[in-house]
């Protein structure tokens, strides 16, 4: 006899009802199970079985559902990462990952997954003579007024070794306007003072001079420090030291850009970057490579010859190496097609706009009510702060956020996670941060959301 929802609504299940719930070894044996084993692993698909048994003994399901129950259970991947289509409009989100990676990276981030001549001379069968030459080369042609480069594994970890290895039981002059916050209470001068550096603060909040840094200078400094404050702005009675005058005090001059501009961008003119930086003077450029140069996430240094390869031979750099995969999804970044965010912060707003009439009128004709608004978008990821470019969304109802974030489709992995934003009670789903390839997905993940929410 089949036992039914109805028929457990009376009480928690008796003996019987127990003894009728699929053994796991029987579960183990379902195709889809077999299946998942082989994509997940064994022990998440037990765990996917032992929730749906559970589920059963609660009375929640029957017996009889069990076996559907644990396979829409089934994880798409052994990892607990979900892929988010960002439709924010914050095309650098942290939150989100930060830059996406450009299909050229992709690939050779696949290609890089097994083993590879990541320090092996294929042509003499020995050891090669430096590791990770080809991002090396890469970023010398993208900067090439820098006498060398080099990669950490990020921007954080560039200032660390910067400040150990010509700072260590010195001074480092920098502005008190200067002193940043990123986030999550990551503090700059406490990075800055755990490598045993001493800070030498000068000029005030809002106002330093030249002269400030030239009066603080002293036998015991080990360089100046001019700091990009790339997620605020200070507006005002300003003003601060260019890079040009600091480089003219003759005293070591490290510039931390940030958000990882190589040269300049006509839509970001505020935008600090390391071709200009070096060719104002500057003797090291450090900065991010997973915000607008849109690569992994990775520490730029980019400078003078002898300086650089003072910080990549200290034996800190060992333990802030990158991994052969930041090589190659770096490598193809720099060297390969133009990246997906600075792909989005160049789209024409009318090639938005039009995308955003196709997606409503294709999601009209599933019976699903939206409409295409104009917006702005945001550069984010610490750059370009109070920046904004022209953009285009698709609204839709607010209570769609839920069901596009985490609907059961999206669980099961049938969806794609879309992650907006709320303004005036409506969804903004912005397309300036959706790739165009992206948009018949983020039609099916819609068409499922609301389907589920009617």
């Known amino acids: 006899m089949v036992t039914t929802v109805d028929d457990l609504a009376r009480g928690a299940p008796d003996a019987a009802v127990l003894r009728k719930i699929p053994r796991t070894d029987q579960l183990l044996a379902d195709p889809r199970m077999r299946a998942a084993e082989q994509r997940v692993g064994r022990d998440l698909v037990k765990a996917a079985i032992a929730r749906a048994q559970a589920r059963a003994r609660s009375a929640e399901i029957t017996p009889d559902q069990v076996a559907d129950a644990a396979a829409a259970e089934l994880p798409a991947t052994a990892a607990s990462l979900t892929p988010v289509i960002n439709a924010t409009g914050v095309l650098v989100h942290t939150n989100l990952g930060r830059a ?33 030459q080809g991002v090396i080369d890469a970023l010398s042609r993208a900067v090439p007024n820098a006498q060398a480069a080099g990669v950490v594994n990020n921007n954080a970890a560039a200032l660390v070794l910067a400040a150990t290895a010509l700072a260590a039981d010195r001074e480092i002059v920098i502005s008190r306007g200067e002193l940043i916050e990123i986030g ?32 603080a200078v002293t036998g015991h400094t080990g360089f100046i420090l001019k700091v990009h404050p790339s997620n605020y702005r200070v507006e005002g009675f300003t003003s601060q030291a260019s890079v040009a005058e600091l480089a003219a005090l003759n005293v070591t001059l490290v510039h931390d850009i940030g958000s990882g501009l190589l040269a300049p961008h006509p839509l970001l003119p505020g935008e600090p970057d ?40 200290h034996p800190l750099a060992r333990a802030l190496r990158v991994d052969k995969l930041t090589l190659a999804a770096l490598e193809a970044t720099v060297a390969g097609p133009l990246p997906p965010v600075p792909s989005s912060l160049a789209a024409d707003r009318a090639d938005l706009c039009d995308r955003a009439e196709r997606i409503v009128a294709a999601l009209g004709a599933l019976g699903v009510s939206a409409s295409a608004v104009t917006t702005r978008a945001a550069i984010g990821g610490g750059g370009a702060p109070g920046v904004t470019v022209p953009s285009a969304a698709v609204a839709l109802p607010g209570e769609l956020a839920l069901p596009l974030r985490h609907g059961a489709a999206v669980r099961r992995g049938e969806a794609a996670a879309v992650v907006g934003r709320i303004e005036r009670g409506s969804l903004l789903l912005d397309l300036r941060s959706v790739a165009p390839q992206d948009d018949e997905r983020l039609i099916a993940a819609i068409e499922r959301a609301a389907a589920s929410h009617a």
């Open 184 to 215: 999550d209470r990551f503090r700059l001068p406490d990075l800055l003072e755990s490598t045993g550096a001493r800070l030498r603060e000068v000029g005030t909040t809002n106002r330093t001079s030249v002269e400030d840094y030239a009066q």
């Open 274 to 313: 390391a071709a200009t930086s070096l060719r104002d003077g500057a003797n090291l450029v450090t900065a991010s490579g997973d915000k607008l140069l849109g690569g992994p996430q990775a520490g730029l240094l980019f400078g003078d010859e002898p300086l650089v390869r003072r910080l990549l031979r």
């Open 100 to 132: 996406p990676l450009s299909q050229a990276a992709r690939d050779a981030l696949l290609a890089a997954s097994g083993t590879c001549d990541v320090e092996f001379d294929l042509e003499t069968g020995a050891r090669a003579a430096r590791r990770g």
